[in-house]
């Protein structure tokens, strides 16, 4: 079985910074892509960045530079830096682990008040 964490959610103000991070922990036999998600209120979940195990990442466009994905894999970690916050940026961030099968943590409350 395998565990995802994730944590550094919080309340800031447009233009503000957050840092999460995503600890995977259990069972994990291999090096897989990894990536965050995210999902606002009446709205779908939607990709926000990922990153394989080679370090290739691919943002989506309303994060591109603003969001820089990372990893260490040697902790079976996964970070993204969030810089410029808007207030369209708030929802429930959620890490990915695409593994067989896919894991995900329990999801991380990002909140960007104007």
């Known amino acids: 079985q395998v565990r995802l964490v994730e944590s550094g959610g919080g309340l800031v103000q447009a233009g503000g910074s957050l840092r999460l991070s995503c600890a995977a922990s259990?069972?994990?036999?291999?090096?897989?892509?990894m990536g965050w998600y995210r999902q606002a209120p009446g709205k779908q979940r939607e990709l926000v960045a990922d990153?394989?195990?080679?370090?290739?990442?691919n943002y989506a466009d309303s994060v591109k530079g603003r969001f820089t994905i990372s990893r260490e894999n040697a902790k079976n970690t996964a970070y993204l830096q969030m810089n410029s916050l808007k207030p369209e940026d708030t929802a429930v961030y959620y890490c990915?682990?695409?593994?067989?099968?896919?894991?995900w943590g329990q999801g991380t409350q990002v909140t960007v008040s104007s």
């Open positions: 259990g069972s994990i036999y291999s090096i897989n892509a």
């Open positions: 990153i394989t195990s080679g370090g290739t990442t």
């Open positions: 990915k682990l695409a593994s067989r099968p896919v894991y």
